[in-house]
């Protein structure tokens, strides 16, 4: 069964980097895009950038450019967010999300990454 | 970016209950709506693609569909595990955008 399992919880101070990591299973890792998004605590949800496994390709969104690195490792099937330059705003759980078909359709367990001097 | 308008924020129902949610898209975004279902502390779970197409295991009282740039979610009879937050996506063009959910509530 399809499965994508996050890293665990982080604490990072204001102006620190952060690496979430998300690791797939149980289908062809390089077949499907994968996306990040993000969900502030008791808010909707922000869309943060999506990589192809197959190439290594990514396109960010405009509110994240310069700030975000989405890498992978075929090896391992994992994909990688680091977001740099930490702000309290910034606070928020983090999911790697599958694109099977056209949209989300297996979601990681999600990271609460906490911003906090 | 498209703006995905999405109401009422709360809706207070009962088990048995027709609940319709809308949400409206800031300019066309043809059939390229999906809407989600989230629970306290958990990830976001698919429930219809394509404006009105099921996702494998979704029971048949959810229902979606569109008029221009408005989409409705519909369940047709509230059940217990039905009470959740609901968001709507879309998937037309990058960046991808939310609704801001609405909470189905007792």
């Known amino acids: 069964q399809v499965q994508l399992v996050q890293s665990g919880a982080e604490v990072k101070k204001p102006g620190a980097s952060v690496k979430v990591s998300c690791k797939a299973s149980?289908?062809?890792?390089?077949?499907?895009?994968m996306h990040w998004v993000r969900q502030a605590p008791g808010q909707g949800f922000e869309w943060i950038g999506i990589l192809n496994p197959n190439d290594g390709s990514r396109r960010y969104a405009q509110n994240f450019q310069g700030r975000v690195t989405v890498t992978r490792d075929t090896s391992t099937n994992t994909v990688y967010m680091e977001l740099s330059s930490l702000r309290s705003e910034d606070t928020a759980v983090y999911y790697c999300?599958?694109?099977?078909?056209?949209?989300?359709?297996?979601w990681g367990q999600g990271t609460l990454v906490t911003v906090s001097s | 970016d498209i703006q995905m308008t999405q109401s009422p924020s709360t809706l207070s129902a009962s088990v048995g209950d027709r609940v319709t949610i809308t949400c409206r898209a800031s300019q066309s975004i043809g059939y390229w709506l999906a809407w989600y279902q989230q629970k306290p502390g958990k990830a976001p779970m698919l429930l219809i693609y394509e404006t009105s197409t099921l996702q494998s295991g979704v029971p048949s009282r959810f229902s979606g569909s569109r008029s221009g740039t408005e989409f409705t979610l519909t369940i047709s009879s509230l059940q217990p595990d039905d009470f959740a937050t609901y968001y709507c996506?879309?998937?037309?063009?990058?960046?991808?955008?939310f609704g801001q959910g609405t909470k189905v509530e007792i």
């Open positions: 999300a599958r694109v099977g078909g056209l949209t989300f359709d297996y």
């Open positions: 996506q879309h998937y037309d063009d990058y960046p991808w955008t």
């Open positions: 149980g289908y062809t890792f390089t077949s499907h895009h």
